[in-house]
């Protein structure tokens, strides 16, 4: 490749995100000119590694803090429903790829997994109750199961009940159409299909050193992390998909829209288990509440986790504080992002989040006995002996400026785009990689609206044959697709997908 050559696209960061929108541009437009650049030696390397997340694909079947319950005791369901309806758009787009034959196997990343919700106590209980009583009401969760019936319980989830007083109140919510996703395997894969395409390139052990202006677009500097040579590409549009890198990134193309915006560093780890026999006994993902005072990043879970064919289970997440942006990254990384611009929202954020501080700092100082002490509230007998601590991926929660506050902590994604669309980058964290495909959807009608109106809408139709908003309220078309991307995913017995049809 020239020195200075021009190309349509450069996405940086070959995680989930940068997979995501490449191969879906290369669909859309194939003569488009596209170069992938990671600094890691392989793609999905931080966020997007199977060991760094909790690989849940998340619909908002059994995650509590997306179901808040309001001052006035009713549940608000409309943050489940969305994240659920941009799971099935995530589907739509696998089970295209799938379709078309090119992309490899499905069950190499997305695995049937059984997603429960599971309370203690009374006031647990009683939550739970209504909110299933107010989902079950929709029809994604149609299918929603609940009980309090310590037999039923022990059917459900037969590793978590052994060993539970007798008279513990306890129940549990169960939707068998969960799923569990290797994020790892399947961008690998998407970087995969797309490295076979003509124009589009994949580079490893490349970090972009500068990002400046240059007419309607970017002159890009990427320099090789070994040879420690450099070379600058001319780019119409730049995607910075990075995750905890992005926001350095960002500064450094000075562009309006991305001033204010700070970074907070949190690290998360895991206790897994690999003992077959322990494992066998736990096929479920079972999510409950977050320990009073604690963030909502902090819920609880004991999840059935499919690695490269291989079961094993993780409990966690225990949260952690590091001044590092990736999990490769440099103690630098959080002083160096702090600008004029971001330290009032910095500062703010710092003052009004101390409960946050205290809490990462003494998740830290957790030792194993205590970590274990958290796990056997699900799994009363559980040995010190199969469990091991992982340390998971990095997460950048996002700080944005805020008229009455100063600044706020904001706990999941925000798309930042340049006003002429010739640059994006996407901050923050959870839930991420499930709705991945509909932030690039946004993304690509945000950034190029034109396109995505006129030559681009035939295939959009064609890919995507039901976007979020009307999956929401057609409950035959919302079953009907699902049916469609369920059968194509290989995620149901063809005898069922063919009685939806």
């Known amino acids: 490749m020239a020195h200075n050559e021009a190309v349509d696209v450069v996405l940086v960061g070959a995680g989930i995100m940068s997979a995501t929108l490449a191969v879906l541009l290369k669909e859309l437009d194939p003569s488009l000119k596209l170069e992938v650049v990671e600094l890691m030696d392989s793609g999905a390397a931080e966020s997007s590694n199977p060991w760094n997340n909790a690989g849940t694909g ?5 995650e509590l803090n997306y179901t808040p319950e309001m ?11 969305h994240i659920n309806t941009q799971f099935e758009v995530s589907k739509q787009f696998w089970s295209y790829l799938a379709r078309t034959g090119t992309f490899g196997s499905s069950r190499s990343f997305i695995t049937p997994v059984p997603h429960l919700s599971f309370v203690q106590g009374e006031k647990g209980m009683a939550y739970l109750k209504k909110r299933y009583e107010a989902l079950r009401k929709h029809h994604a969760f149609a299918s929603m199961e609940y009980t309090e019936d310590k037999a039923t319980l022990a059917e459900w989830m037969p590793l978590m009940m052994p060993g539970r007083p007798a008279d513990e109140p306890i ?41 400046s202006r240059k007419g309607d677009g970017w002159s890009v500097t990427i320099k090789d992390v070994n040879s420690g040579g450099t070379r600058e ?9 990075a995750g905890g890198a992005a926001l350095p990134l960002l500064q450094m193309s000075g562009i309006e829209e991305g001033k204010g915006f700070g970074g907070f560093p949190v690290s998360g780890q895991w206790l897994r288990c690999d003992n077959p026999e322990v494992v066998k006994r736990h096929q479920a993902k079972v999510y409950s509440q977050a320990a ?3 963030p909502p990043m902090s819920v609880p879970h004991l999840d059935t986790r499919v690695v490269d064919g291989k079961t094993s289970l993780l409990f966690g997440p225990y949260a952690g504080f590091t001044t590092k942006f990736l999990k490769h990254g440099s103690l630098m990384d959080l002083p160096l992002s702090i600008r004029a611009a971001n330290i009032a929202p910095m500062l ?58 100063g600044g706020v902590l904001q706990f999941g994604t925000e798309l930042v785009s340049a006003k002429d669309g010739s640059l994006a980058a996407l901050l923050g964290a959870s839930p991420g990689a499930s709705v991945t495909v509909s932030i690039m959807l946004d ?5 190029f609206p034109e396109k995505a109106r006129t030559e ?24 009907r697709v699902s049916a469609q991307s369920d059968e194509s995913l290989d995620l149901v017995p063809s005898s069922q997908a063919a009685s939806f049809a």
């Open 58 to 62: 998340h619909a908002g079947l059994c």
């Open 71 to 81: 001052a006035d005791g009713s549940i608000d369901i409309k943050k489940a429903i």
């Open 171 to 211: 129940a549990a919510t169960r939707v068998m159409h969960g799923t569990d996703v290797n994020f790892g395997n399947l961008t690998n894969q998407l970087l995969k299909h797309l490295s076979s395409a003509p124009d589009a390139q994949v580079k490893y052990c490349k970090r972009v050193t500068g990002l």
């Open 233 to 241: 590409i001319d780019a119409k549009f730049v995607f910075l998909g």
């Open 292 to 294: 009073v005072g604690s």
């Open 348 to 405: 703010a954020v710092a003052r009004d989040n101390m409960d946050l501080t205290k809490y990462l700092i003494s998740e830290v100082r957790q030792s194993m006995e205590q970590r274990l002490d958290a796990l056997r509230r699900f799994y009363p007998e559980a040995k010190a002996e199969d469990w091991r601590l992982e340390v998971a991926g990095q997460r950048v929660q996002i700080i944005k400026k805020d008229p009455k506050k």
């Open 443 to 447: 993304l690509i009608e945000r950034c």
């Open 456 to 479: 681009w809408a035939a295939k959009l139709n064609e890919i995507f044959p039901a976007r979020e908003k009307i999956l929401e309220t057609d409950a035959q078309l919302y079953q």
